[in-house]
Structures are given as structure tokens and as C-alpha cells.
């Protein structure tokens, strides 16, 4: 990383690097330091946000911190002067700062833990590659996670500059309008509830760059697709027991764990098959029927966000392929190391409410997409069940499926139907199977 320096009675001009041919800005994410503030050569000062990665710019010299001349969120071309540092004042400064750095860190500590808390949140964000800026014009246009991300970017390495989003803007047509249903209502007049404030018990803690784009996809989803959600009871007492006992050879076989999600996977990917009209997306008064079948997993990440990597061609694959698609996308997950294209394209979600011990849910469609079925916890439970020789109560593995629905072009019929073939998928599957 290159720095540009001006020398002038000691004072050093720290700009803006340069972090790539193709980077012309970057959006000040995080002051580390503040005006007064003793750095050393080498020390982060500053946190950026590209159009791919955020970086941590170091002070190129020691030194006072005189001045700053931006803050945060603002969008800064490379080169621009972000800062002065005094570098005269570093041998006078020097024995003070064991001291004052003790004393800075023990307020900190005891009355504003939020900074570290930020930086940690920041770092862990998989989706650090998006600027502020391109999330700023995304929100504004209603742009999906999904659909910013499928936007050609004509950076270095495919990175997606301001101009391509705009470009993009000029001729968008799908898979949503530029501007939500719900403006064209009359705003409500019901007031907003007032929120109770305790000062010294409450804590204030500020949406990230990822939560914010997922709170107002949510929001978005619900405003324009009528929601409705069925349920049904699967019996996957055969299918649980089948995993059971092959859990072990197929690791041995394959080096992949064999756990349920795959198994989900191709059921869905099979009754979109038989239900081809599920597979597709709503554009105004236009249904888009998608010939690949992509199952995007909703998958929680460390830092308590969410992210949906997409197992694409899933009707393709058999179930080793589809093991370790699933298991190489939830280990790209857990470490932050999804790519692009990997979080693209999705056209039907998968969420497994089990994981976390729910019974069943009522998830949230995933937009442009026109249904999400979720997933619940696979509990023993009494049930009775007929045999050659009558009823009789058996120790069986239930779980829910819930799938929610948009009901503009998904009727009880079709969704009701859908569901009950993903079901039957997973009640008859095939033990004999060879792995």
C-alpha cells in the first residue's frame, strides 16, 4: 500500500491510499485515533471501506495526530488529505504515553465499550467487499442483496463500482421496481409508539452495514408479497435411522460429514421439479420461470447476521455432490470467505429453525424468490401408525415443515401441493441408496 507524504516542519499530510488501479474512493468507516492522540509509525489510525475489502490504514510516520478533516461514512478519493500528523511532538509525547494509554484504555473499557464491539462486528462482515456507498445507492433504489450482487462489475477482479449500479439503474426492469409498492400508499397517521429509554441501564448499539441491508430486505419482502404459510407433519423416522447408520462410512468414504441439509436439498430440488411453477419470480404483471434450480441455505453467521450461499443445479447433483457443496459453503460461511458468486442466483430458500431447537417457523421470502420453507427441530414423539395388524403407537422422528408463500402467483393449490410432495420425498427415501 503506497502512501503519498508532504513534509513541511515536520507535519506529515496523511492521505488517502491508493488501494488499486481501479479504486478511485473510500468510505471512512472508523476513526481509531482522535486529534491530540499519539500514534506510532506502523499503528492503524483508520478503518476504509472499499468496493471490495475494508482495510486497516496504518500511520505512515510517529507522531501527534493535529488534525482530521473527515469523518465517518464520508466518501474520500484516493489522495485527499484525511489528516495531519506532527511528528516533532513524538519525543515530548513519548514519556507520557505508557501512561495515558493505560488510563484511555481502563475509561474505555469501564464507559464506552461500543468501538470494540463496532470493529469486531465490521470485521466479521462477509459482505465487506460492497462499499457503504454502492449500500447507500442500493437502499435507496431497493436493490436486494441478491440482485446488487449479480450487477457486473467492472473494477478489478469483477468488483462493483457506483457507475456500474447506476448504468445498471438506467435500463432495470427485473427483478423489482425501482421504487417499493408501499409509497404509493398514504402514510399512517397512527403515531409511532414511544420507546422507553433507561440512561445507565439501556445500551444503544448500532446496526452494522450487513443488518442494515437485511433489516430493509426483510421490510421490503413483506411489503410486497402477501405471505401466507402451510404446514405439514413428516414422518423421517426411516430417514433418520438410514443416516444414522451411514454417517460414519460415508466420512470415511468421502471426507464429508453427512448431515440432513443435503437431503433437504435434493427433496426440494425434486418437488420443484414436479412444481416448476414455485421456481420463479414476479416482475410487475410478468412471471419469470427459471430453468435452474439454485437452493439458497439461510445460514446465521458469527456475528448474529445472515447470509444465504446458494447450492446451484441442485436437481443435478447426487447426494455426495450435494454433501459437499453444503458442507464446503457452511465452512465459507463460518470463516467469512464466501465469494460473490457463491451468495448469487438463488432461486428457492431453504431455513433449519431446527438448528436452533425451533419447532416450526414462519420464514420471510426471500425476494425475487416466491416461497422459503423452513425447517423445524426432528423430535421423537409417540404416534400411532398402521401396520398388517392394526394401529399401533410407535416411537417415530417427526419435524414440521412450514412454507411460506407469495400469494400474488402461488395459490393454496400449488403451495399446498408443493409442500406435501417435499414431504413425501423425505418420508420415502430411499434406504437402499448406495453411498
Known amino acids: 500500500m503506497a502512501y503519498s507524504l508532504w513534509l513541511t516542519a515536520m507535519i506529515t499530510e496523511f492521505k488517502m491510499p491508493k488501494m488499486g488501479e481501479s479504486i478511485t474512493e473510500a468510505t471512512i468507516i472508523n476513526w481509531l485515533k482522535s486529534v491530540g492522540d499519539y500514534v506510532e509509525a506502523e499503528e492503524t489510525i483508520v478503518e476504509v471501506a472499499t ?9 505512515p510516520v510517529s507522531g501527534v495526530i493535529t488534525e482530521i478533516r473527515f469523518q465517518k461514512d464520508d466518501v474520500v478519493e484516493v489522495g485527499t488529505v484525511l489528516a495531519l500528523i506532527d511528528s516533532n511532538q513524538r519525543a515530548e509525547v513519548r514519556s507520557q504515553k505508557s501512561e495515558a494509554k493505560v488510563e484511555k484504555e481502563n475509561t474505555s473499557t469501564t464507559h464506552n465499550p461500543q468501538p470494540t464491539t463496532h470493529n469486531v ?19 435507496k433504489e431497493n436493490l436486494s442483496i441478491e440482485e446488487l450482487q449479480s450487477i457486473p462489475g467492472s473494477g478489478t477482479d469483477g468488483r462493483l463500482q457506483k457507475s456500474d449500479v447506476f448504468n445498471y439503474l438506467k435500463n432495470r426492469k427485473y427483478p423489482i421496481q425501482s421504487k417499493p409498492v408501499v409509497n404509493s400508499h398514504q402514510p399512517s397517521t397512527y403515531p409511532k409508539p414511544k420507546i422507553n429509554f433507561v440512561e445507565g441501564k439501556d445500551r ?14 426483510m421490510v421490503y419482502s413483506k411489503q410486497t408479497s402477501p405471505h401466507v404459510t402451510s404446514y405439514i407433519e413428516v414422518d423421517v423416522t426411516n430417514l433418520v435411522n438410514w443416516r444414522n447408520a451411514n454417517k ?11 448431515t440432513f441439509t443435503p437431503v433437504f436439498v435434493q427433496a426440494v430440488a425434486k418437488a420443484i421439479v414436479d412444481f416448476p411453477m414455485i421456481n420463479v419470480s414476479v416482475d410487475e404483471k410478468n412471471i419469470i420461470v427459471h430453468s435452474d434450480i439454485n437452493i439458497g441455505m439461510a445460514t446465521a453467521l458469527p456475528s448474529g447476521n445472515l447470509i444465504v450461499p446458494v447450492v446451484k443445479n441442485a436437481n443435478e447433483k447426487d447426494l455426495v455432490a450435494l454433501a459437499k457443496d453444503v458442507n464446503s459453503l457452511a465452512e465459507a460461511s463460518r470463516n467469512n470467505q464466501l465469494k460473490p458468486e457463491q451468495i448469487q442466483g438463488s432461486t428457492f430458500t431453504i431455513s433449519n429453525v431446527g438448528t436452533f431447537g425451533n419447532l416450526m417457523g414462519t420464514p420471510i421470502i426471500n425476494q425475487p424468490e ?17 401396520t398388517p395388524n392394526g394401529d399401533e403407537i410407535a416411537i417415530r422422528s417427526m419435524m414440521y415443515l412450514s412454507l411460506s408463500f407469495d400469494h400474488r402467483v402461488v395459490d393454496g393449490f400449488l403451495g399446498g401441493s408443493f409442500l406435501r410432495k417435499i414431504g413425501d420425498y423425505l418420508e420415502q427415501f430411499d434406504t437402499n441408496i448406495t453411498i
Open 370 to 386: 416466491v416461497a422459503i420453507l423452513a425447517l423445524g427441530i426432528i423430535k421423537k414423539r409417540p404416534e400411532v401408525i398402521e
Open 121 to 139: 462486528q465490521l470485521k466479521s462482515n462477509p459482505n465487506a467487499f460492497i462499499s457503504p456507498l454502492i449500500i447507500s445507492i442500493a437502499q
Open 248 to 258: 460414519d462410512s460415508f466420512q470415511e468414504k468421502y471426507n464429508e460429514k453427512l
Open 51 to 59: 468496493d471490495k475489502v475494508d482495510n486497516d490504514v496504518p500511520s
Open 204 to 217: 444503544i448499539v448500532e446496526m452494522d452495514r450487513m443488518r442494515k441491508m437485511i433489516a430493509d430486505h
